[in-house]
């Protein structure tokens, strides 16, 4: 009987050690690796003009073309439906 009470005083501080301990919230960078944010005014335009800066990586992506699915936070992906509208701009 006396080793329920001793373990629930050693379990109790480990428990708030736990919870005192939060995960930090990603920051802006962590949410846009890629700066896709750059280019979020474009989305919706036909045929938009586009300036990525060198060394940037990037692809284009059609509506309906295959496309690799490796993640590369890195890299810019510009998605455009078949009429050339702009749809989305994400890092992958």
Same mark, same amino acid.
């Given at each position: 009987?006396? +080793?329920?009470? !001793?373990? *629930? *005083?050693l379990a109790a501080p480990l428990a708030l050690a736990a919870c005192a301990s939060q995960? %930090?919230?990603?920051t802006q960078a962590d949410a846009d690796p890629c700066g896709a944010a750059r280019y979020a005014h474009l @989305?919706?335009?036909?045929?938009?003009t586009i300036s990525v800066p060198e060394g940037q990586a990037y692809r284009i992506v059609r509506d309906g073309q295959p496309m690799t699915l490796e993640l590369l936070? %890195? +890299?810019l992906t !510009?998605? !455009?439906d078949r009429k050339g509208t702009?749809?989305? @701009?994400?890092?992958n």
């Open positions: 009987m006396k +080793r329920i009470p !001793f373990v *629930a *005083a995960p %930090e919230e990603p @989305v919706g335009q036909v045929s938009p936070q %890195e +890299r !510009f998605m !455009f702009l749809m989305s @701009v994400s890092c």
